[in-house]
């Protein structure tokens, strides 16, 4: 939570120069909806072209990056050999394969785990390739994927389902997708994470640290905007996590989700706050 500060565009800015991503993005909702999501995503959900071409490339698997290169090159080889993110993206790979034949004539994986470096990190990165049927839209399209496949977990519903139980709380704009659906029946999404969610605080927490003080008769002199107290108050929301399979380390989860989480935080000029401490992590899952 935060009281004044540079403007949200600002943020932004920090964002996708510490942290830049293909798919970044700035949706600005105000003042319709008091919301604005500014993401630095490097993942593509889906895109449809114009000619029905389909394109899905999932992300499993993610390593820090490293200034030295001869050990950003030694992460990048042992993210590529690593056993569990290989299997993580043989199954979202199957997963989208099977969502994407309910509306194409055709599925194929153009690439499968293939690296793709980024600012902060290196991701495996899976490339599907399919032709929509011609009786079918954008609309079927989105209805057969939606949500991500790489955000779930297989098998779909029922893992949807088991998170629903054990998250505390909604996801939210967090592993949804954002991007544009054109008039010529195109689209592109990307996959919402690395990204952060602004709302307002409710109006109790958002009025002056003084509102029973008497007016001043100075006051109509002074910028409507001179104290930061005077600055709305907004939350910023940061989701991050992480796939669990049976090869799942607990102490390599825990540090992979403070990873995706602190690319974001760190744009904003803040440190995260453990909890629970990132040298202890979780016992289980």
């Known amino acids: 939570e935060f009281r004044g500060g540079p403007p949200l565009l600002d943020w932004y800015d920090r964002l996708r120069r510490r942290n830049r991503a293909p798919r970044a993005a700035l949706l600005d909702f105000r003042p319709f909806a008091q919301m604005v999501v500014a993401s630095s995503s490097p993942e593509r959900f889906l895109r449809l072209g114009p000619d029905g071409a389909v394109q899905a490339k999932p992300i499993k698997g993610t390593a820090p990056r490293d200034d030295d290169p001869e050990r950003d090159a030694a992460l990048v080889s042992t993210l590529a050999a690593s056993a569990k993110t290989r299997a993580e993206n043989l199954m979202i790979a199957d997963l989208l394969r099977n969502d994407l034949w309910r509306v194409c004539d055709s599925v194929s994986v153009d690439s499968f785990a293939a690296v793709e470096s980024f600012a902060t990190v290196h991701q495996l990165v899976t490339t599907l390739d399919a032709r929509l049927l011609q009786d079918a839209d954008a609309a079927d399209l989105l209805n057969a994927a939606f949500p991500p496949g790489s955000m779930t977990g297989a098998p779909k519903r029922r893992t949807c389902d ?75 929301e940061i989701g991050a996590g992480g796939a669990l399979t049976a090869l799942s380390d607990v102490r390599d989860e825990w540090a992979e989700l403070n990873l995706k989480a602190d690319a974001v935080i760190g744009a ?9 401490p990132a040298s202890d992590p979780p016992s289980s899952f």
């Open 162 to 236: 088991i998170l629903h139980a054990l998250e505390r709380s909604r996801r939210g704009v967090y592993s949804g997708a954002l991007g544009y659906l054109a008039l010529d029946h195109s689209l592109d999404l990307s996959v919402v994470i690395r990204a952060a969610l602004f709302t307002p605080l409710p109006p109790a927490a958002n009025t002056n640290q003084h509102p029973r003080r008497r007016p001043r008769r100075d006051d109509r002199r002074r910028p409507s905007s001179a104290t930061d107290d005077d600055a709305p108050a907004w939350r910023c």
């Open 268 to 276: 904003f000029g803040c440190t995260r706050r453990p909890h629970p």
